[in-house]
């Protein structure tokens, strides 16, 4: 083999077999060992995905030891400072920044979708009052697949793309309903001279008895916390979009699938439960405490917004999200209620990173420590935040199954697995057991 290559040798029988090794654009290479069973009879075991790339991907790249986040190679910290949403997100779907023209078509197409069928709502009355809005969204999302049968052949990629539309267009009016829902307050209709930000606030906060004017400052940072979340390529809930998408479900089917996977604590629904630690916290004096539950093996406990598979230096978008945390705090009157919370994250924070245990485990803040503090003053409840985090993930789940789907060698994912059950044994009826 005259390109890059990796022996793996059995040490039992002496077999050896030369696998190709590719290389990315930038990261490291990856070992194909597509062909490893049928030549040597052998599986990898890597049930984590610690040192597993599932694809190939053009869409988002991370340096964890640099602390590096790129989409589609820009930087995220110019995106942040500099994109919105729309933008961002057509950056993402289809590869480059939009020109003049294709922004404002992308602009249009997106706001021309984000009414609901009238029909969808009564959805919402069989949920109870106080259901999770994350179990809401699931369902609702869900069921878009029986609306849209029009657009549902994945083969066809118009219909695709018609598909991932309505998805980012629809999702901040699920959500804004999944939470005039809990407060049983009738729900608002989009408005499409708003920004797509602006858009979700007035649904979220506006009522039919009094005016409503978006807070520029609120829409603003919520464009970039919604920038911030927008992809981050492998995460749990893409690659739950990727193999159910890779058995040719419907694209509504495989981000409802998104939406769940997003939801468990160890992934998207960290946001929620860093907010609920903190407010059990109380206040600096307890902190040594919960430092000490997250130390102990024998507690199951962990410091809920610290640690990532990937990033081994802090979290580039954590860096963002605290420096806006701080400069939101200021500007809201200086009694706002978050002042003390933001003060409470900023002291665990630091005696988390000055903690032997945490330095040798690399354990940085990560996205989801400091968002909630934002979220929280702009009014949204602690059960909304990770759907603020689906709402904003849909750009890239979409993106990871056009992209996925687009690949004329795109096959069913299918791992494998170390089988340590039971071996052949002999049925015996109830009585000889
Ligand atoms: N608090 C205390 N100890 C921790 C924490 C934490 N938050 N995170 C990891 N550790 C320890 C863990 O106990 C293990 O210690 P040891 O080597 O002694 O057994 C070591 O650090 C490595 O942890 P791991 O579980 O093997 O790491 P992982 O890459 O499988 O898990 C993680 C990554 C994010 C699930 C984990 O760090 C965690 O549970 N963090 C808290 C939840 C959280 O904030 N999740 C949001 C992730 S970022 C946004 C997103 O993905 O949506």
């Not at 979708?113 to 009238?118: A, G, K, R, S």
Request: charged share 20%.
């Amino acid at each position: 083999m005259s390109k890059k290559s990796v022996t793996i040798t059995n040490n039992e029988t002496g077999e050896s077999v030369e696998l190709p090794l590719l290389d990315g654009s930038q990261g490291p290479s990856a070992v194909d060992i597509e062909k490893l069973y049928r030549d040597m009879g052998i599986l990898t075991f890597d049930p984590g995905f610690v040192s597993t790339a599932s694809c190939r991907s053009d869409i988002t790249f991370i340096n964890g030891e640099d602390g590096i986040l790129q989409y589609r190679g820009y930087p995220i910290e110019q995106l942040a400072e500099q994109s919105h949403f729309l933008e961002t997100a057509y950056l993402l779907m289809y590869g480059d920044l939009p020109n003049e023209g294709q922004l404002s078509n992308f602009t249009r197409i997106i706001s021309h979708h984000t009414m609901l069928n009238e029909s969808l709502k009564n959805f919402y009355n069989g949920f109870h009052y106080d259901a999770h809005p994350m179990a809401v969204m699931v369902g609702v999302v869900g069921s878009l697949s029986a609306f849209y049968h029009d657009s549902l052949d994945i083969r066809d990629p118009e219909h695709r793309e018609i598909s991932a539309h309505r998805m980012i267009a629809k999702m901040p009016t699920i959500a804004a309903a999944s939470y005039k829902h809990n407060i049983g307050e009738p729900f608002i209709y989009p408005r499409n001279d708003l920004s797509y930000c602006g858009n979700f606030l007035n649904m979220m906060f506006s009522t039919p008895c009094e005016p409503y004017e978006v807070d520029p400052m609120m829409e603003k940072a919520l464009n970039l916390l919604f920038i911030l979340h927008m992809d981050h390529e492998q995460n749990a809930s893409s690659s739950t979009v990727r193999l159910a998408g890779s058995s040719q479900a419907n694209p509504f089917a495989c981000i409802a699938a998104g939406i769940a996977s997003l939801w468990g604590p160890a992934h998207g629904g960290a946001n929620e439960a860093v907010l609920n630690m903190l407010e059990g916290m109380g206040n600096v004096d307890n902190v040594d405490q919960y430092i000490a539950r997250a130390k102990d093996k024998d507690d199951p406990f962990r410091l809920m917004g610290f640690g990532h598979r990937v990033y081994k230096r802090y979290d580039p978008r954590a860096r963002i999200i605290r420096k806006m945390c701080h400069d939101m705090l200021e500007r809201v009157s200086p009694d706002n209620e978050q002042g003390p919370l933001f003060e409470l994250a900023l002291r665990l924070e630091e005696i988390a990173l000055n903690d032997e245990y945490f330095i040798e485990r690399q354990l940085y803040p990560n996205v989801d420590f400091y968002s909630g503090i934002i979220y929280r003053a702009m009014g949204i409840p602690n059960n909304m935040f990770t759907v603020m985090f689906a709402i904003a993930r849909t750009v890239g789940w979409v993106s990871h199954w056009m992209e996925m789907m687009d690949d004329p060698q795109q096959r069913i994912g299918r791992p494998r697995q170390l089988y340590r059950g039971a071996v052949k044994r002999d049925y015996q009826s109830i009585v000889e057991r």
